[in-house]
């Protein structure tokens, strides 16, 4: 008996000590460090430090597999949501427009419904596409939550949006490269849909955001994928006014007007009352060099 209680002591005191190896001490109350694999939807960084916790009402992280986001329970839309995208996430899957509520919420929480948009003039516009999620029923349904949608003027949605979206999977991507895109959301003055200017729908439990952003860092298809995310990476950052008057559906350009760098739109993000910081996982060095850049 003697021996079978060392035995298990010894079994315990190793299980600890490993278990400390990966969990670092974290007495400056900031969340342990995690390791992510490559093709995570998070490798480059968490850019609002969101947190499972659901005490984070305006902060929390949700995975849906297919994509990761911040949820943001007091505006009932994302902060950001973010995805890995190659061209095995693309398929011959159609279009499921199944568009729900998240009922795994928080029960406490506001949860929109497919029709809270309905009449507002403003398109359920989605964060993760659903043509980038086109290889299987499961994958492409995952987008059509209504977590992933904020109210977006149909113009911009329709027009530019879905040509960035195009180009970012036929030009960006393509068949040899791999991409992580980050798309979200700032700005309390509201948007103009087709109805005209709105600062919140759903008799005001949806918030109408004033400026869509997007960033995206491309890098050839390999591994140890953070290690090659350096300066040579390409980068393509947007930040446009979710305004219906600015654009048309037939102009699918038009999102070359609002290239910017990644510093450029933290800095205006973060004015706007939502704290942003792209790339925190990137080297240093990369990283200054990263944010810096502006599409061309």
């Known amino acids: 008996m003697r021996k079978i209680l060392l035995s298990s002591l010894f079994f315990s005191l190793v299980v ?45 992280l949700k995975d849906y597999v297919y994509y990761k986001l911040s949820y943001n329970s007091a505006m009932g839309t994302p ?7 190659q061209s095995e996430d693309l398929g011959s899957t159609s279009r499921q427009d199944d568009f729900r509520s998240d009922n795994t ?15 507002s003039g403003f398109d359920r516009g989605h964060n993760c596409p659903s043509a980038d999620r086109t290889s299987s029923v499961a994958a492409n349904s995952s987008t059509f939550f209504m977590t992933n949608m904020i109210p977006q003027a149909p113009m911009l949605n329709q027009g530019p949006w ?21 798309m979200g959301n700032y700005g309390n003055s509201g948007g103009v849909g087709s109805n005209g200017a709105f600062t919140s729908i759903d008799n005001g439990r949806v918030r109408v955001p004033a400026k869509v952003w997007k960033v995206i860092v491309v890098i050839p298809k390999g591994n140890g994928d953070l290690a090659r ?21 037939s102009n699918k350009n038009a999102w070359r ?3 910017i760098s990644v510093s450029a739109l933290e800095i205006e993000s973060t004015a706007n009352g939502s ?8 080297a240093e060095a990369e990283r200054a060099l990263l944010k810096s850049k502006i599409y061309q």
């Not at 919420?105 to 009449?119: C, I, M």
């Not at 960006?172 to 895109?181: C, D, H, I, P």
């Not at 704290?275 to 990137?282: D, T």
């Open 16 to 60: 600890l000590v490993s278990c400390k190896k990966d969990i670092p001490d974290n007495d400056s109350g900031n969340p342990p460090v995690i390791t992510l694999a490559d093709n995570d939807h998070l490798l480059p960084g968490n850019p609002s430090n969101a947190q499972t916790n659901p005490t984070f009402t305006t902060n929390y």
């Open 79 to 85: 902060n950001w949501v973010a995805w890995h995208l």
């Open 257 to 259: 007007d609002y290239l």
């Open 105 to 119: 919420l928080p029960s406490a929480w506001y949860r929109v419904a497919s029709t809270s948009y309905s009449g």
């Open 275 to 282: 704290p942003l910081n792209l790339f925190s996982n990137v």
């Open 162 to 182: 879905s040509g960035l979206e195009d180009f970012t999977r036929s030009t960006l991507v393509g068949t040899a490269n791999e991409a992580w895109v980050f």
């Open 229 to 249: 995310m350096t300066r040579n990476a390409t980068v393509l950052c947007v930040s446009m006014p979710n305004d219906n008057r600015l654009y048309s559906a």
